[in-house]
């Protein structure tokens, strides 16, 4: 993300914490890298990945290539959360980079499974419940809630069920040949993500009632 909210309504990672992400964010401060640059190079990396996994029904190596991407464009994500803030580095625009790419990054990889399941619409389906569970969080945050980045298919969950689909979708091109992990990935986020938009909800809904 850009430059992140308030710590209230800041996405929980407890890999923010971790040597290997402080590391990270040391070296990036060391050059005149921006956060906001972080975000649009997230973009970039999910474009190529989505690239990747359309094309990999022909070449499933790229299978693979679509399995990192997701995890790089995850890494960017939070790394440019902790260049603003751990850094000191937030941009007028940061509110906008916080959430824009984000939604570009999920429509990308949801859309290009959707395709390279031979599902587009499935695929479509999937990025527009993505893009209303964030819109549900953020309404609850505009409510003056707490924002729910819950699940059981928030983001981060989404993007680990997508990257095992691409891992095990390669397998199964390789040793059979067959197409099936990639449908029945995407219905499994699909399915989760419109679980998650209902338990979100409802949880306004409660905070309503007892605010009243």
């Known amino acids: 993300m850009g430059n992140e909210p308030p710590l ?49 029904v022909a070449a499933p190596g790229l299978y693979l290539v679509g399995a990192l991407s997701i995890q790089l464009r995850l890494l960017s994500n939070m790394l440019d959360g902790l260049v603003a803030v ?13 959430e824009v790419p984000d939604r570009i ?23 527009l419940l993505a893009a209303i569970t964030a ?23 989404r993007m680990a069920a997508l990257t095992l689909g691409a891992l095990a979708a390669f397998a199964e091109a390789v040793w059979t040949g067959t197409f ?15 679980v998650t938009i209902v338990r979100r909800i409802l949880g306004i809904g409660r905070l309503l009632k007892a605010a009243s």
Do not use: H
């Not at 971790?18 to 890298?33: D, E, F, I, M």
């Not at 751990?86 to 916080?98: I, Q």
């Not at 990935?185 to 399915?191: G, P, Q």
């Open 86 to 98: 751990e850094g000191g580095r937030k941009s007028a625009y940061g509110p906008l980079f916080n």
């Open 180 to 194: 099936y992990v990639l449908p029945v990935t995407l219905a499994i986020v699909t399915a989760g993500t419109l």
């Open 135 to 157: 819109y549900v969080r953020a309404l609850g945050g505009t409510l003056g809630f707490p924002q729910d980045f819950g699940g059981p298919m928030a983001k981060p969950q």
């Open 105 to 127: 990054e999920d429509s990308l990889f949801l859309i290009a499974f959707g395709y390279a399941a031979g599902l587009a619409w499935l695929g479509l389906t999937a990025a």
């Open 8 to 56: 209230a309504n800041r996405r929980p990672l407890k890999s923010r914490g971790t040597g290997w992400a402080r590391a990270a964010t040391s070296l990036l401060l060391r050059t005149r890298v921006t956060p906001d640059q972080v975000s649009m190079l997230g973009i970039l990396i999910s474009a190529g990945g989505a690239w990747a996994l359309v094309a990999a």
